[in-house]
């Protein structure tokens, strides 16, 4: 460690804690009798930093293994550090998928469960947890169980979305997609304002499995919420190319930007220019599905950009059907609020998953990246609320800032999420930097 400096233990949006990882193959033997368990780090708040004052978390990234993986049952039992990167490209040339993936690859299966991810597809597929036939844990006792809808399902449904409070988890069972090729057919076309976004986002999920839609956030007024609209399916073995993809990797930036590089007029720039190199009409094409899945990844350590304060990023579902119009006041009041954000994404959500703190819910889902300020925590508490005034919620792998008193307002189902911690966990051994700040777990 340069300088005698101390090791530290950071999430995706730079804030950080003094505190190190210890990882071993034999993931239990590490994890037993610390707080926390983290995968690689790509929760962007404070979910995978310890409590206050606990400087070791048990990493899980070298318990990696794939134990079985059945491709005539499209079934797979792998360890929890396993990377969806490896995983994918394991998959891929068998003609099979993990059936949801989050936005990026460099995320661990056990990180995936415990947020419960969603991806592209949620309209068609709902997150991760639906597809997760098993689950092996090391409880807060030191007892290792196995857990799913028929053996103990109340830890089996806290442990998905569960953000690692129930359990050091070591092992799991995933079902697969199987997929016609490994390459996606793509339609992509520029959408004028928010109307038109939420309306071509409706229509695509009729037909589209993985549908989204990328806003320019600074966009106001009679052009808020333009954007473009991304859709796509498995391209079928005539429409893609003969030759398989192989892994992409992409150029790095060195180091943290100076904190004048990102600001409201090189986000307009950017903004602006990314939306114009989408063509007004639509325009179908076959692409390598590292470009589609995870077109963030084409630059590693991507939020250098943001500079040494880092940034947040706000999640959140709004119920749109239900409160016609809570889409529009959402961004309106981020515009107002001066929320310039790079990347502003959209996606319409399905059905409510089991996990018992998962994210979403029928509705649309509204994530923005937003630089480090002064007055950042006071936007979040203001988004927050009128998040919580439309009846939504916002996406914990994301957050860290939202207060305690609003996120208990937001979710009625933490009584029953508490109940599977009072008969795994009577004592809050397994907690986190945000278990603490926002369920009021000892410090
Ligand atoms: C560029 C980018 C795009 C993203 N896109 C999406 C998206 O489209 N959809 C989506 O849903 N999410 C998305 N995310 C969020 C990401 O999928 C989640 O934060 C995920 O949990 C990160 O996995 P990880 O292995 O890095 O976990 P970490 O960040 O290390 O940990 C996250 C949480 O999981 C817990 N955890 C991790 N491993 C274990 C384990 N073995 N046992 C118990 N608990 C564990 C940690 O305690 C922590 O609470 C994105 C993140 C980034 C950086």
């Not at 099979?96 to 991810?117: E, I, R």
């Not at 038109?196 to 808020?224: I, K, M, N, Y």
């Not at 602006?272 to 963030?296: E, G, I, T």
Request: net charge positive; charged share 25%.
């Amino acid at each position: 460690m340069p300088g005698g400096a101390k090791p530290q233990l950071a999430g995706w949006g730079g804030l950080s804690v003094p505190g190190r990882e210890l990882r071993s193959e034999r993931l239990e033997e590490v994890a037993r009798g610390l707080p926390l368990t983290r995968g690689l780090g790509r929760s962007y708040g404070d979910s995978a930093l310890p409590p206050p004052g606990v400087t070791a978390v048990a990493g899980s990234v070298r318990a990696d293994r794939i134990l079985a993986l059945d491709p005539a049952r499209a079934r797979l039992r792998a360890e929890a550090g396993l990377s969806l990167r490896d995983l994918a490209w394991t998959l891929l040339p068998r003609g099979l998928f993990p059936p949801v993936v989050p936005g990026t690859q460099f995320v661990t299966l056990g990180g995936m469960v415990a947020a419960d991810v969603h991806g592209k597809n949620h309209h068609v597929a709902g997150t991760i947890g639906r597809h997760v036939t098993g689950l092996r844990l090391l409880t807060a006792a030191g007892e290792i169980v196995d857990c799913s809808r028929e053996r103990s399902p109340d830890l089996f449904r806290a442990t998905i979305g569960g953000m690692g409070l129930t359990g050091h988890l070591l092992e799991l069972e995933l079902a697969l997609d199987r997929i016609p090729s490994p390459w996606i057919l793509q339609e992509t076309r520029r959408v004028a304002h928010l109307d038109e976004t939420l309306a071509a986002l409706a229509e695509s999920a009729r037909d589209w499995p993985f549908t989204v839609c990328w806003l320019d956030a600074l966009a106001s007024g009679r052009a808020l919420g333009r954007g473009v609209l991304i859709r796509g399916r498995w391209a079928e073995p005539g429409e893609a190319p003969g030759t398989p993809p192989r892994p992409l990797r992409g150029p790095a930036v060195p180091f943290r930007l100076p904190g004048f590089a990102l600001n409201d007029l090189s986000v307009r720039l950017f903004n602006a220019v990314y939306r114009a190199s989408f063509p007004a009409r639509l325009r179908r094409s076959v692409v390598h599905p590292q470009k589609f899945f995870w077109p963030l990844d084409a630059v590693r350590h991507w939020n250098r950009i943001y500079g040494a304060r880092g940034f947040t990023q706000f999640q959140c579902v709004l119920p749109e059907s239900e409160r016609p119009g809570a889409v529009r006041r959402f961004l309106a009041e981020a515009a107002r609020r001066g929320g310039s954000s790079f990347l502003c994404v959209i996606k319409d959500c399905g059905a409510e998953g089991e996990g018992l703190l998962s994210f979403p819910r029928p509705g649309v889902s509204v994530a923005l990246d937003l630089p480090m300020r002064r007055d950042t925590r006071a936007l979040v508490e203001a988004l927050a609320d009128v998040v919580l005034a439309e009846g939504g919620r916002i996406y914990l792998a994301k957050d860290a800032f939202v207060r305690a008193d609003q996120f208990r307002a937001m979710e009625p189902r933490l009584a029953a999420f508490a109940r599977a911690r009072d008969r795994w966990d009577p004592e809050r051994r397994l907690r986190s930097a945000q278990s603490v700040r926002l369920l009021g777990d000892p410090a």
